[in-house]
């Protein structure tokens, strides 16, 4: 239901209270992707859609068939044990989502049904029902409020769990609705639109029984209702003992459940390199097998006719043959394509999100918030970011507004305390110094806003003087839904004049100028703010029966609407000096409503608020009516202080190589000075304006006069240090994000805080969500979320360096330990006539990736530090030498294969020397035995293998050397228990290696040989990163203890 396309002309029709349907959804929710019957046959089929997987799998069954040297089970261990710790991992996080979900629907509600209360399980709720909910209780589903035990049928919630907020908002119940009013049996419909996931937007009404007596309902018998009325799930009721709603949306289809849906589907660039060295891989396999392949034919071709004992030749061209003998070599190689990476890899990004929910420079203790990471496949592309786009307000500011100056009858104030000051003369002023102008000015700011007042004082309370209201905490009970409004209403509240409530549409204001009196406006209407429209009206009547419609807002669409005046002018620039200071405008305008305008203006709302589509074009279209012919009052100016550090951290950013983009709503003036201010813009830097440049050719013009060689805005602006963007919406600030995505040369991240930023955050490569004032509805969107901005510093630098160095490390010594066991192999195949004989034990294939070199190799690579965090905090510029994965190109790839197969020829060549012209090496005077070959080839892979993790780790704990040298023992103590075994290929084999003296020096020396280059290789290159990093990193290589290594 929900999850469908809306469509205008096929509503929802729900009766309220009425006899619940089989038919009908029931509040059931279910968030888990498996049942204890679908579990394996969905995981396996998922895992298997990975072409990787897939491969081993037609591997594996070919091996069950071809090639009898080789034991299946070498190919089928590695992928069930990779399989069934992947199928564990994603069974045990559908478990817990089971666990949540039965939870959740076996809470027990009250709901009302027939006239009498009954308590069910959640999950029974059906759409219909009336639920009751009490204070300090979540609501179960998406319920349109019709009763509240509340003062005037309004009720209050915390939305913390939808969007993080922790203010109270007001729900409440259709305006002079009353449920079972003396007549129960009277049948009302809730028609609305289909559910979607937009949590700020509802379109319905109520149906009214004709023998109803609502005052609100208009000619068609309909009462409006609007998102103002409707109680979503997961939202708390506060303060307000019991409230009856009627559900609508249940289960799966409640708004907070579409909005759980959202998966992303970005994928690393760390993928493409990884997919190009297994494509390398795979097809340097198939050269070998079909070169094998090839001399094989070549040999037996002239060999076994000469050798008649063996019986009849084999038909060489039979297609059978040749599939046969092809497939022998491919799975003999198969060994070459690492499947357990995979699972390392996937082990690695669990453990790199562990250490960034865990680091303490990346928690917030003062909102108990850590680092949040929900993509955790993105990890090491923290490590590949080359351009940044940042949101300005609550990212790079506070978004903690603060009433500093106005500009109202041509002078300038400044708010100091209870006065304000005239800067030309230095006087101090308080409002009974001021004449009307003044006094309508300020009291347009008390009574245009949305402000509730939570609990605050009634309006019978004595309580009149400005410090009485002050003490009394009345600005601290201020309930705002934006930091602009409140900042102006405790602006007002210690000059004089104070908002201390309303009660059944009435605002009451607290005057304390001169005589002491309390104003009273009857609040007809809101004209509410949108950031399409950027304002905000409301339409009351004063004492005196006057109506008027008071506006305030962006100057931009506030001046055109008033009347043209000198005052217009002066205006407008004194708003371009407060924007030059940095600080947010408002303009304040006012006109009167003639009875007859305002029941036009109703009549026409009406209409519009009853319809089910196109509902808010029709709303935006009414207000423009009578937002008309206004006259100025005045501006005022907030300050926004900067996010701390913030200086540090944009120019840490920037010397790390990262192009920083601003994208805001903001007047450029604004915009500019806080880029100054917050050094996004450079001292010194050359500005580009590109200023209401609204044709093609006009733009062109523009870029031309700029730099000749790039016309092209992209081009021009990528060449940029800092790039500023105003006065865009959140829909632009996408589709810049996305223009440069289409580049394809770069990484780009997004960082906001609010939910006007959601689309950049999902459009860009990574969305960073900041968990601030406006809530956690970027954060829960991102990627990743921090609390402040400041910690983006770090987790780029420090986290985002690791995880990328770390991946490329793992990636890239899965692939050359596995060219030295599979090059052994091949060179063995020119002395065994091409058979493809498998030259180690089977015991040896299976425990090589998971025991043998796994522990200690995995762990060096979750751990590895190439630099240590200080080092990297204080020298950004490192963070360039990741950039566009260098530390995992092509070139990097081809040193580490080469190294593989010196190391190969090495390893194979010298044992092949030992054996060949004298073969008697054991002390019994026995000569060696194809096995003896097979285990000094596996030796040797082990102990260098192992060895080498002490030459290419930057960062050596004990626990990394006791796991190398376990591991190490772990291939000995297996190998001797497998040897005791009389039934197996290894019997006495290995007592006698141990035995040996020629062999084990034989093992000291080849291993020397081997890791010595090596060993040459790493002094000189620690030798000249010391010269390039001075002694900053001299500690890097050192031995730390365990604990220090968690980031």
Known sequence: ?????????????????????????RNRVTTTKYNWLTFLPINFYDQFRRAVYFYFLIITIISFFVNDTISPLVSLLPLLFVMVLTALKEGLEDLSRARSDKMFNSAKVTVIRNGNEQVISSEFIMPGDLVIVTSDNDVPCDLVLLQSSGLENKCFV?????????????????????LFSGNPSRKETIVCEKSSPDLYSFNGRIEMDPCSEAGNVNDNGVLPLTIDNLLLRG??????????????????????????????????????????????????????????????????????????????????????????????FLLLFNYMVPISAYMNIEVYRVFGSYFMHHDLHLYDEKSDQPCEVNSSNLNEELGQVNILFSDKTGTLTKNLMKFVKCYVSERSFHLEGAKLLLPETGEHLDLTSFGDLEHTFFKALTVCHTVEVHKGLGVNSSVSEQSLLMNDGIVEKYQASS?????????????????????????????????????????????????????????????????????????????????????????????????????????????TLTEEDFSKFEAQYKHANTQLSNRKDLISKCYETVEVGMDLLGCTALEDALQDDVNETLEALQRAGLKIWVLTGDKIETAVNISLACHHIPQGARPHFIIQQTKKKELLSRLREIETTDPEFSDLALRCRAVLCCRLSPLQKSEIVSLIKRRKKHITAAIGDGANDISMIQEAHIGIGIAGREGKQAARCADFSVVRFEMLRRLLLVHG???????????????????????????????????????????YLWLFDIVYI?????????????????????????????????????????????????????????????????????TVGQTASFQTFGTMLITIIVIVGNLKLLLIARYMTYINIVLIFVSIAAYMITTFLYNLYKGGELF????????????????????????????????????????????????????????????
Request: charged share 20%.
């Open 158 to 178: 915390i939305t913390a769990n939808l969007d993080g907020e922790t203010n109270v908002k007001t729900i409440f119940a259709p305006a002079n609705y009353e």
């Open 854 to 922: 796994s522990f200690s190799f995995t762990y060096l690579a979750l751990t590895d530090k190439n630099y240590n965090e200080e080092t990297l905090l204080r020298h950004p510029e490192l963070y360039q030498k990741l950039a566009h994965n260098k530390h995992a190109s092509m070139g990097v790839f081809g040193l580490w294969m080469l190294n593989g197969f010196v190391h190969c020829f090495i390893i194979f060549y010298f044992a092949y020397a030992v054996l060949n012209n004298e073969n008697v090496v054991h």
């Open 235 to 328: 939202v708390r009721v506060q303060g307000t003992d019991r409230v009856i709603g009627c559900a609508i949306y249940t289960g799966m289809h409640t708004k907070l459940q579409l909005n759980s849906r959202y998966t992303g589907n970005k994928s690393a660039s760390s993928e493409r390199y990884i997919n190009k060295f297994m494509v390398v891989l795979i097809v340097g396999m198939i050269l070998v097998v079909l070169v094998l392949y090839l001399i094989q034919r070549n040999k037996e071709s002239k060999i076994v006719p000469a050798m008649p004992h063996l019986g009849p030749p084999t038909d060489f061209n039979s297609a059978w043959q040749i599939f046969e003998d092809f497939l022998s």
């Open 801 to 843: 360096h690791y995880n990328s160095q770390r991946l490329a490390l793992m990636v890239l010594f899965y692939c050359y330990k596995n060219i030295i066991i599979t090059g052994c192999m091949a060179l063995f195949q020119v002395y065994d006539l091409f058979s493809a004989t498998n030259v180690y034990n089977s015991l």
């Open 483 to 591: 930091p602009d409004e409140k900042a102006l209403l405790e602006g007002c509240a210690r000059l004089g004049i104070s908002f201390v409530g309303q009660k059944r549409n009435f605002l009451y204001i607290n005057n304390s100028w001169g005589v002491k009196e309390e104003l009273r406006f009857e609040r007809l209407h809101v004209l509410e703010f949108s950031s399409e429209r950027k304002r905000m009206s409301i339409i009351v009547r004063d004492e005196a029966g006057t109506i008027w419609l008071y506006s305030k807002g962006a100057e931009n669409v506030i001046f055109p609407r008033c009347n043209p005046s000198l005052q217009l002018d002066q205006t407008n620039d004194q708003v371009t000096k407060y924007a030059k200071e940095g600080l947010r405008t408002l303009a304040v305008a006012r006109r």
């Open 988 to 1047: 006495d084999v290995y007592n006698q290696f141990l035995a040996s003296l020629p062999l084990w020096l034989y093992t000291i020396i080849c291993s020397v040989a081997c890791l010595l280059p090596d060993l040459a290789v790493k002094i000189m290159r620690d030798l000249r990163r010391q010269t390039n990093t001075g002694d900053e990193t001299k500690s890097d290589n050192k031995i730390h203890k365990p604990v220090e290594e968690k980031v």
């Open 1 to 25: 239901m929900g999850a469908k396309q809306k469509l205008p002309g096929d509503p929802l029709r729900i009766k309220i209270g009425g006899i619940p349907s089989k038919r009908q959804p």
